[in-house]
């Protein structure tokens, strides 16, 4: 069993950054990802790690996150610059796929952290 928290998110302005956390316990070297959903919207994939450590981004995202995992300290980060108003979602970790959208794909999963970024 994994057990997944986020922290990190928050209000910021365009143009600021935010660093998303995620916290594993019980943890094995899994393909992670970061996804994200707006109320009312279908689930985001953002970016995502393999547990051979390649690393995906979406095209809405690229060149501004950036995605790193500490295996020893068992947590995936995200680090968002350049934040932009659409960017506005719970962020969620989740373990299983490194390129999926689909909640199906993914076995374990975090409460979620809000993102909002005002224009």
């Known amino acids: 069993q994994v057990h997944l928290v986020e922290s990190g998110g928050g209000s910021v302005q365009s143009g600021g950054s935010l660093r998303l956390s995620c916290k594993a316990s019980?943890?094995?070297?899994?393909?992670m990802s970061w996804v994200r959903q707006v109320p009312g919207k279908g689930l985001e994939w953002v970016s995502g790690i393999s547990n051979r450590d390649e690393i995906y981004y979406a095209d809405a995202v690229k060149g501004r996150f950036t995605i790193s995992r500490d295996n020893a300290a068992s947590t995936l980060v995200l680090q968002m610059n350049s934040l932009k108003p659409e960017d506005t979602a719970m962020y969620y970790c989740a373990a299983g796929s490194s390129r999926s959208g689909s909640r199906d794909d993914y076995q374990y999963w975090g409460r979620g952290t809000q993102v909002t970024v005002s224009s």
């Open positions: 019980g943890y094995s070297v899994y393909c």
